[in-house]
T-cell receptor, first 115, second 118 residues
Framework: DADVTQTPRNRITKTGKRIMLECSQTKGHDRMYWYRQDPGLGLRLIYYSFDVKDINKGEISDGYSVSRQAQAKFSLSLESAIPNQTALYFCATSDTQGALGETQYFGPGTRLLVL | QKEVEQNSGPLSVPEGAIASLNCTYS??????FFWYRQYSGKSPELIMSIYSNGDKEDGRFTAQLNKASQYVSLLIRDSQPSDSATYLCAVNPSSTRAGGTSYGKLTFGQGTILTVHP
């Protein structure tokens, strides 16, 4: 079974709808991240969480919110979806490795289309 | 200036050649550098990490880091069609919490599409 799972894998929604993307991990990592990927723009960080009580905005958090329900679960919500939120969304996890930085492990992605 | 910038692609090389992928970064205090490979429609997967100046080799892959020039590169020797993918450079910024623990955040470049043709 995959260590980092995302549901749904594909989603089509309409402008103004609220939707939630879910991420679960069995790696036992404390740190979790949500990214979006758009063609030619690489991965951009939306939100990150270093533990259940520590949630931080990334570079493009406007229009998004998150919930860290448990160490293993980190959900991303679009409060009122708009077409420019159409993108590929990735969840990632990492484990504390001190000052050398950390390897991030990615889920399979959720492809979201907002009409 | 973008925080992490990769050489513009797409890059096309013949099978068996050396593919050279380049990345520059703006945060001089950055300590950790990563190369991820992403096949079309798939998630990024880590192929190399490097922390010290110089070269780090792993099979056909060599990562090179020059902190003075704020430059990191990835060389793929004996390129194969299966190496065709988007390669993402990622940098761990210098910001740290008390105690020296890394924030863990990564800043990604925009990616370079590599095509290896038979």
């Amino acid at each position: 079974d995959a260590d980092v799972t995302q549901t749904p894998r594909n989603r089509i929604t309409k402008t103004g709808k609220r939707i939630m993307l879910e991420c679960s991990q069995t790696k036992g990592h404390d740190r979790m991240y949500w990214y979006r990927q758009d063609p030619g723009l690489g991965l951009r960080l939306i939100y990150y969480s270093f533990d259940v009580k520590d949630i931080n905005k990334g570079e493009i958090s406007d229009g998004y919110s998150v919930s860290r329900q448990a160490q293993a679960k980190f959900s991303l919500s679009l409060e009122s979806a708009i077409p420019n939120q159409t993108a590929l969304y990735f969840c990632a996890t990492s484990d504390t490795q001190g000052a050398l930085g950390e390897t991030q492990y990615f889920g399979p992605g959720t492809r979201l289309l907002v009409l | 200036q973008k925080e992490v910038e990769q050489n513009s692609g797409p890059l096309s090389v013949p099978e068996g050649a050396i593919a050279s992928l380049n990345c520059t970064y703006s945060d001089r205090g950055s300590q950790s550098f990563f190369w991820y490979r992403q096949y079309s429609g798939k998630s990024p997967e880590l192929i190399m990490s490097i922390y010290s100046n110089g070269d780090k080799e792993d099979g056909r892959f060599t990562a090179q880091l020059n902190k003075a020039s704020q430059y990191v590169s990835l060389l793929i020797r004996d390129s194969q069609p299966s190496d065709s993918a988007t390669y993402l450079c990622a940098v761990n910024p210098s910001s740290t919490r008390a105690g020296g623990t890394s924030y863990g955040k990564l800043t990604f470049g925009q990616g370079t599409i590599l095509t290896v043709h038979p």
